[in-house]
Each structure stands twice: as C-alpha cells, then as structure tokens.
C-alpha cells in the first residue's frame, strides 16, 4: 500500500485561453491549442514515467507520443516547447527520456521501484540494496551531462524518499550514498546529511 512520487515538477510556462463550454480537442498529428497540448503532454509523461517503474524501457511509447506533442507544439509560439527556450522546460525532460545518453536514469527508474521498493515489504536490506545500486549508477548520467536537468527532476521527487529509506540503512550504505549524492545533486547535500543524524 506505500505510494511514492514519480515527478514533482513545476512547469512555469504554463499559458492558454479557454472559453468556458468550448470542447477540449486533441489530435496525435497536429497542434489544436496550448491547453490540450500541455494536458495529453503530461498524460503521456506520467503514463510514462509509471510504465518506466514497472518494466525496464516500459514507457518509451508514450513517451514518444509526448515528444510528438512537443514537436507539434513547436511551431505554436508558446514557451516551453523548444530547445532554445531555456535548458528546464518541457522538451527537454522529454527529449532526455529518449535520448540515449540518458538510458541510465531510465534504468534506474526501474531498478529503484520495482527491484528496490517493490521487494522492501519482504526484504528490507535487498530493496534498500537494489534502490542504492541504481542511485549510484547515476554518476554515469552526472559524467556525462553535470548538474543535467533530468537528474534534478529526479531527485525532486525522490530526495525525500530516499533521506527515509536510508537512514535505517548501514553505515556503508549511508557513506557511499552521501558521496554520491553530494556530487549528482548538491543543491540537496544538506538534506541528505539526515540520512547520517538519522
């Protein structure tokens, strides 16, 4: 019965018009308006996103169709749909979820839920194990792209959860973890220096 976050994101480039009464219209192939876009884009990057926990890779069809919204989208003049406006908006946590470099924070994705969390209630020190296996494997994200957008999208929804998990954890669980931690997300450090109080 335990939920956990997947995204907690704020989109500030969120604008459209509406007309109250008028139907919300929506088409795979073409941008309609804004408001349609923006809601079957984050349909299709939560649907995603779940897919991910449950089988590795598991979400790169909806994923794929959120980044045909965006493509959509591009030509609409509205911000948050384009590469160029800015390195924190919508095309680009969509196009890092495809792009390969990237590949390592989806397997992550999998490995934490349902190889971590998932095996917790019944083992407590495998799952913790599993999720510390794959938060470390992030560094291979961080080396490649440092202080990526994506990771920070990550750990805005995982930092909390992860400061639980780990502060029953082991002394060298704990140790290895901060190291890493303090080098893939150190707007954070301080948080995570619980996990060591704790």
């Known amino acids: 019965s335990y939920n956990t976050v997947l995204i907690n994101y704020i989109d500030n480039d969120v604008h459209f018009k509406y007309a109250e009464t008028t139907p919300l219209e929506f088409s ?28 590795l890779n598991g979400g790169s069809p909806y994923f794929q169709k959120a980044f045909a919204i965006t493509s959509n989208a591009q030509s609409s003049g509205e911000k948050g749909w384009k590469a160029f406006d800015g390195d924190k908006n919508r095309y680009w946590i969509i196009n890092n979820m495809l792009d390969a470099p990237f590949v390592t924070l989806r397997q992550t994705m999998y490995n934490y839920h349902r190889k971590g969390l998932d095996i917790m209630y019944q083992n407590a020190d495998a799952g913790r194990a599993a999720i510390l296996e794959s938060i470390l494997a992030l560094t291979k994200v961080h080396n490649i792209k440092q202080l990526s957008y994506s990771l920070q999208v990550f750990f805005n929804a995982k930092a909390d959860e992860i400061v639980n998990i780990f502060s029953a954890g082991k002394p060298e669980e704990k140790t290895s973890l901060i190291e890493t931690l303090s080098l893939i997300d150190p707007s954070r450090s301080n948080k995570y220096q619980k996990i060591i109080s704790n």
Do not use: Q
């Not at 795979?28 to 349909?43: H, P």
């Open 28 to 55: 795979e192939t073409t941008y309609l308006s804004n408001l349609t876009s923006l809601l079957s884009y984050y349909a299709y990057l939560v649907i995603g996103l779940d897919y991910d926990s449950f089988a």
